[in-house]
């Protein structure tokens, strides 16, 4: 059974970046497209950016230009790069499957304040 452990999450000012990394066991990685979800207090999860098997990368509007998806398939990891960080980049991240998502992680707290 997959499991995800999400890291890299931190309180940040806006303007700022961060770099979050998250490691998966007991699955064949390199067969699976991965995305960056994320949830701020009281909305639904929502995707954020994808990769797929080929690093065809795809990404909400939202963060469109601000925030580059990658992958090491050796490593087991996705990487979400995030730069020119708002307040509305508040939100718990994960990562996980897409489209068919598994269990979740613990995920990873961002939070963009000054």
């Known amino acids: 059974q997959v499991q995800f452990v999400e890291s890299g999450g931190d309180l940040v000012q806006p303007g700022g970046s961060l770099r979050l990394s998250c490691v998966a066991s007991?699955?064949?990685?390199?067969?699976?497209?991965m995305g960056w979800y994320r949830q701020a207090p009281g909305k639904q999860r929502e995707l954020v950016a994808r990769?797929?098997?080929?690093?065809?990368?795809n990404y909400a509007d939202s963060v469109k230009g601000r925030f580059t998806i990658s992958r090491d398939n050796a490593k087991k990891t996705v990487y979400l790069q995030m730069n020119s960080l708002k307040p509305e980049d508040t939100a718990v991240y994960y990562c996980?499957?897409?489209?068919?998502?598994?269990?979740w992680g613990q995920g990873t707290q961002v939070t963009v304040s000054s």
């Open positions: 996980n499957y897409y489209p068919s998502p598994r269990t």
């Open positions: 007991g699955s064949v990685f390199s067969a699976y497209t």
């Open positions: 990769i797929g098997t080929s690093r065809l990368t």
